[in-house]
C-alpha cells in the first residue's frame, strides 16, 4: 500500500521546485538594490498676470434706459404754479405684479380740491410716450391688483397731501418718466421716480382714485 508523501515533510511546491533547481543547496547571493537618487521637481513658472479688462466692458447685467437731460423733471422746479406738487415713490413688486404710490401735495398757499383719478403717462427716456401703454381707472384690468377704494372728493389744505396707486404686470421695456395731472384736462408736470416702470412696450396701467396721504 502506497502512503501519499506530498506534503509530508512540510515543504510545498515552491520548496521543491527549488530543490530540483539547486540540489546542493548552495547559498543564493541576495540581490543589491540600487539607490536611485530623486529626480529633482521641475521648476514651477509663475502665471502670467491677469490683465484687467477695459472699464467700457464691465457692463451691468441689466441695462437701465438713461434719461435725457432735455426731458424737463418737476422734481427740481420747487412748487408749481398750479400749487400741486407730484411725488411717486420707490414702488413694490410680487409675482409679475409692479406697484407705484403717486403723491400730490399742496404746496401753495390756497386750499387745493381733489374728486376723482390722476391722469397718467408713461414715457420713455426720451420723453415720449408709450402709444401701446393705455391709463385706465380702476383696477380692474390688472390681474392680481388689489381693488380700487373709488373716488371722493378731497379739500387739502397747505401742506396737506393725497395718495393714488399705480398698478401694472412686468413688462420687457421701461418707462423713466411720468407725466401727470391731478385729472384729465388740467395742466401737466413730468415726474422721474426713483426707480424705472417695466411696463413698456404694450400694457395697461390702472390707477386707484385719489386719497387722503397716509399719516408719516
Known amino acids: 500500500?502506497?502512503?501519499?508523501?506530498?506534503?509530508?515533510?512540510?515543504?510545498?511546491?515552491?520548496?521543491?521546485?527549488?530543490r530540483e533547481s539547486n540540489p546542493g543547496r548552495t547559498p543564493k547571493p541576495s540581490?543589491?538594490?540600487?539607490?536611485?537618487?530623486?529626480?529633482?521637481?521641475?521648476?514651477?513658472?509663475?502665471?502670467?498676470?491677469?490683465?484687467?479688462?477695459p472699464e467700457a466692458s464691465r457692463s451691468s447685467p441689466?441695462?437701465?434706459?438713461?434719461?435725457?437731460?432735455?426731458?424737463?423733471?418737476?422734481?427740481a422746479e420747487g412748487c408749481p404754479t398750479s400749487g400741486l406738487r407730484f411725488a411717486a415713490d420707490q414702488g413694490d413688486a410680487a409675482m409679475g405684479l409692479r406697484a407705484?404710490?403717486?403723491?400730490?401735495?399742496?404746496?401753495?398757499?390756497?386750499?387745493?380740491?381733489?374728486?376723482?383719478?390722476?391722469?397718467?403717462?408713461?414715457?420713455?427716456?426720451s420723453g415720449d410716450p408709450f402709444p401701446g401703454v393705455r391709463t385706465v381707472e380702476g383696477t380692474d384690468q390688472v390681474s392680481?391688483?388689489?381693488?380700487?377704494?373709488?373716488?371722493?372728493?378731497?379739500?387739502l389744505a397747505?401742506?396737506?397731501?393725497?395718495?393714488?396707486?399705480?398698478?401694472?404686470?412686468?413688462?420687457n421695456t421701461s418707462g423713466v418718466y411720468?407725466?401727470?395731472?391731478?385729472?384729465?384736462?388740467?395742466?401737466?408736470?413730468t415726474v422721474k421716480p426713483p426707480y424705472p416702470l417695466d411696463i413698456g412696450p404694450?400694457?395697461?396701467?390702472?390707477?386707484t382714485a385719489w386719497q387722503p396721504a397716509p399719516a408719516r
Do not use: F
Request: charged share 15%.
Open 100 to 125: 407705484m404710490g403717486l403723491d400730490v401735495t399742496n404746496c401753495g398757499d390756497e386750499p387745493a380740491k381733489l374728486n376723482g383719478y390722476p391722469a397718467v403717462t408713461v414715457l420713455d427716456a
Open 62 to 75: 441689466l441695462s437701465l434706459p438713461e434719461p435725457s437731460s432735455t426731458v424737463l423733471d418737476q422734481q
Open 144 to 155: 392680481m391688483a388689489p381693488e380700487d377704494p373709488g373716488p371722493r372728493p378731497l379739500t
Open 31 to 53: 540581490p543589491s538594490l540600487a539607490v536611485v537618487p530623486p529626480t529633482p521637481a521641475p521648476a514651477l513658472t509663475p502665471a502670467p498676470a491677469l490683465t484687467p479688462a
Open 1 to 18: 500500500m502506497l502512503t501519499p508523501v506530498l506534503g509530508a515533510s512540510g515543504c510545498g511546491l515552491s520548496a521543491e521546485l527549488d
Open 178 to 189: 411720468l407725466r401727470v395731472a391731478p385729472k384729465k384736462g388740467d395742466d401737466t408736470v
Open 158 to 171: 397747505p401742506g396737506e397731501s393725497a395718495h393714488a396707486a399705480l398698478y401694472w404686470r412686468m413688462n
Open 202 to 207: 404694450e400694457n395697461i396701467l390702472g390707477t
